[in-house]
Structures are given as C-alpha cells and as structure tokens.
C-alpha cells in the first residue's frame, strides 16, 4: 500500500491490512497506529491524507486533534505532580487552590477531580464556547459553583470542565500553564508529538478534521431529558441532558468550521484541544504501561503512583453516557470479568488496563498487566457501530 508508511512486525499483519484497505476504500481518510510491547515498537504506522482533496500526504510529524485523548496527558501531568510529592491525591482541591471551597466544595479532594465524580460534570446552564475560551473566567465560575451532587457519590464524565478544572491545579502547584508543564516536562522529554495550543509553525503540519458522518443523527439521538422523578435512571438522564447544555463539548454548531478554526487549535483546553499522533500519545501512555519509564527511557511515575490509578473511584451508570463504566483515578478502567457496553464496548477485561479516547475514535490504552500501549489518532471521525478503533483493537489483540 503506497499510502501507508513506518513499520509493522509481521505477527500483526492483520493490523496492517485493516488500516490500509480503510484508507484504500476511504474510510479512513488519513491515520496513524503505534502499538509498543515491553518498551519495543511492534506497529509504528501513519498513511493516507491530510484532507479529503489529497492535496498533502500524512506524514510522519503530521498532527491532528485528538479532543479528549488530550485528558490521557492532562492527568498523567497531575500523576506526576503527585508522584513528586507536590500534589497529594487524596488531599482537599482547596489545599492547592482555596477558592475551590465555594458552595459545598470544601471536602472535594484532587482525586475527584481526576475520576469524573467531583460533581461539576459542567458549567450551570446556559454556557457558551465563546465563553469557555476566556478560561480564567470560566474556571473560576467552576470554582464558585456547587457540585450536582456530593463529590466522590456518583460518576459522570466531564466532558468539558475536566481541562479547565485539571488545569487551574496545575497552575496553582507549579506556576506554569498546563500547555507549558505538558511541553518542557512530557512531550519534550519523550520527544513525542503531543502539543497543547498550537502556533503558526504548527500549521504546515496539521490534518483537517470531518465530522463523524452521521454525527448530526446521533447528536440528536442524546438530546432527550428526563425528570429526576422519571423512574429508573431519572436523576442520571437529569444530569445528562443538563451536562450537555453546559458544556461548549455538547451544543450544536458547524464542527467542520470550528475545530479546524486557528481560534480553536490555539486554545490550551486540557480535555479537548490537543493535538497529536499515534505516537506521540503511544510515548506517553508508554510510561504507565512500563512501570514509571517510557519506552523512550524517560521516567515519569513510581509503580506506586500507578497503582494508585487502578485504585476504583466509582463503578456503575455513568451519567453522562447512561452506560456502565468503570472511573479509576485519572483513567477509565477495562471491564473486570467480561465485556461490557460501555463507552467502548470492545475493551476486553483486565485488571490492569486504563484507557480514554476522543471524539470520533483517537484512543490511547495502557495495558499494564501486559506491558502494552495502543494508541490511534485519525482525521475521519466515526461514532457508534461505524467507530474503526475497535477492529484495529480486535486484530491486534487476536494476533497476540
């Protein structure tokens, strides 16, 4: 396949062959895949096109928004922070940041923050991008807020506060912007391509973003509310349907225009606006799946403090999805005995595997039990039955 570059160890030609009759047939339009086993590269793969047009190969360096795979690096930042000793995981939000303590949130500690359950899953309604983009004023409407419910009681994925919210702690601790901490002290360092807030030089490298095709059928498939009093599951349908009116992640407008918009690729939103490849994620996720050093030698965790990321936070409906999930600390955690149709009903059980994803399939896995990271990032969104990621998911793990 002339449009499929790197390398890919013979075992999983299954791999190979799947990506390259997607970008072949154009459902992939252009895509990266890395997959590392106990520090060695066994799938290094980029190919395809930067746009639909094929005016621009994908590269090697080329990048492209990875939305909420960037809150794969976002927590590994307050991991290391805590690793360190600065941050304590189960230590009060307000130790670090006092104003957080507004309304009721006095009690809330860091790990909350990190596992989705500190109860501000969004801003109150009605919020806006346009506001969202002034951060230092929508963090702090954060802080002021009262949370939906107790911190630590429920799990519900916060979408869009995750980034603002992870971010002000960083900033707090160390003095620097989450986007300055990621660059000098993970992306740097492991020489991987992963940037938070791009610049002008960025642009020759980027890859235009398309929405999921049917995106605008199963936007509206989400749309529907429900009392707290309406039976079974009403209080999580509740926070559902008002999480999506206060998140800029939830309201409808052109994603074509805006996320391939230079106001949005300069944006620093820890939960959505990173800009990677499969690589550059592979190199960092690698850190937790080798115990504390990526493959590239760089040691960024004690086994100790990824320990603490399989360390249960909360197990049930998810209010956000309406679907079962498992919140560890910084990290989704793979189903236990067997498969469950949660946000990514593929992943296989294990003890020992922490994952996110993004909008339209960039996906990032450690698999520590076995010392494996899988990672993807694509410029094609998919949604639901059509996603991608599962069938390199499933040829990779069937080749093993």
Known sequence: MENLNGRCDAKFEKVYDALATHIEVGKEVGASLYVNIDGEDVIDLWGGWTDKEHSSPWAEDTIVNVFSGSKTVTSLAVLMLADRGDIDLFAPVSR???????N??????VRHLLSHTVGIPAWEPPFSLAEAMNVEAST??????APWWEPGTRGSYHASSFGHLNAELVRRVTGKTLSAFIAEEIAGPLRADFLLGLSETDAERIATVYPAEDESASAGSRKGSAPESDGELGVERAISARTRLGSFSGQKRDPLALFNSPEWRRSEFGGSSGHANARGLGRIMSALSLGGTSCTGVRLLSPATI???FRE???????YYMKPIRWGIGYALAPIESKERGPLPFMRPSARTCYWYGTGGSLCIADVERRIT???AMNQCQSGKNSLNGVYYDAFYDSL
């Open 96 to 102: 670090y940041w006092p104003e957080f303590a507004q």
């Open 104 to 109: 009721g949130k006095e009690t809330a500690e």
């Open 140 to 145: 702090a409407r954060l802080a002021a807020q």
């Open 307 to 309: 320990d603490l990321i």
């Open 313 to 319: 936070q909360f197990r049930g409906i998810d209010s």
């Open 374 to 376: 899988f990672a993807y």
